[in-house]
């Protein structure tokens, strides 16, 4: 999902961005069991800090747009 996320804001993909992140919101954070968590590959959950500004920072700020700023052209 990070990837599909990272990938939209590459390309500037608004929609995709959305979707994404709200499909990620919804992932278990911690489901890997203890003793599997050194295993190559796996990577560690977000931070409280990264889901702050992940989540309630960077989400609602493309939902709800700023009114006195206009959307450049290549936004829409």
Do not use: C, W
Request: net charge negative.
């Amino acid at each position: 999902m990070l990837q599909e996320i990272d990938v939209a804001i590459q390309n500037d993909d608004y929609q995709s961005y959305i979707f994404f992140v709200r499909e990620y919101e919804n992932i278990p954070k911690e489901i890997v069991p203890e003793h599997l968590r050194n295993e190559p590959g796996y990577e560690r959950p977000i931070t409280e800090l990264e889901h702050y500004f992940r989540i309630e920072i960077f989400l609602p700020a493309y939902e709800n747009p700023n009114p006195y700023r206009p959307i450049p052209v290549y936004a829409e």
